[in-house]
């Protein structure tokens, strides 16, 4: 495996259960972090605490094509190169039955877990292809292939990200530019608090173990690539 030490990382959602638990392996590996966040005063914490510098830490909309082009020109400004690896774990979860759905719902869902990826691709990719390398790391989750009642949204969003990755990965046959989906069950992060759903939290996987995923997968070496990683709880439904 590749170390960590030196690498320039870039986590979107770092201030989520996820990303958070990811940034703290990666930056004690001797990862270079960037992070970005919806919240100002958690992304400023979590910078303080991992003694990552003010100047890369963004407050980003991702669904704002001039945030995602500012972020990137700032990244790239910085270290004068692509970044070595992206790990998108933004995106909100919007589980409503179909007759209580709105079409708000629906727009903030494509929004935030497919246009966001969009979005950051456009950017940070053509600096990837022009060294030829990187690792892109989405996190799909267990809906973006397989169906839940009361997640036509959510579903819609994660298939949608699935099926353009997917896409992305055979343009980029000929580099070493790798893309890696995580397809993660349920997992204990406040995603769940607003949902309501008769699952057992307690039997959830972690957000730990699911950033020691992310972790993990930073290290993949340039002979290989883990296309696809599925992590699930062994049985979480409430009896």
Not at 4 to 23: D, F, P, S, Y
Not at 183 to 188: C, E, I, K, S
Request: aromatic letters at 6%; a neutral charge; glycine letters at 10%.
């Amino acid at each position: 495996m590749e170390l960590i030490q030196g690498k320039n990382i870039l986590i979107v959602g770092a201030t989520g259960g996820i990303g958070r638990e990811a940034a703290k392996l990666i930056k004690n590996s001797g990862g270079n972090l960037f992070l970005t966040g919806r919240d100002d005063d958690k992304l400023a914490a979590l910078a303080s605490e991992l003694g990552v510098p003010h100047a890369q830490t963004y407050v980003v909309d991702l669904a704002n094509e001039a945030d995602v082009a500012d972020l990137a020109n700032s990244i790239h400004q910085q270290i004068g190169q692509g970044i070595d690896v992206l790990v998108n774990a933004a995106g909100i979860g919007i589980i409503k039955p179909m007759e209580t759905l709105s079409l708000e719902d629906f727009q903030r869902s494509l929004s935030a877990n497919l246009t966001g990826p969009f979005l950051l691709l456009k950017y940070f990719l053509p600096a990837m292809k022009e060294k030829k390398e990187g690792l892109i790391i989405n996190l799909p989750g267990v809906l973006g292939k397989t169906p839940m009642a009361g997640a036509a949204a959510y579903a819609a969003s994660k298939y949608g990200l699935n099926g353009m990755l997917k896409s992305v990965r055979e343009e980029l046959k000929r580099t070493n530019i790798r893309i890696t989906n995580i397809y993660l069950g349920g997992t204990d992060t406040p995603f769940w608090d607003e949902i309501d759903l008769r699952v057992q939290r307690d039997k959830f996987v972690t957000a730990k173990e699911a950033g020691r995923a992310i972790w993990f997968l930073c290290q993949q070496p340039d002979s290989g690539v883990v296309s696809e990683m599925v992590i699930q709880p062994f049985n979480h439904q409430a009896i």
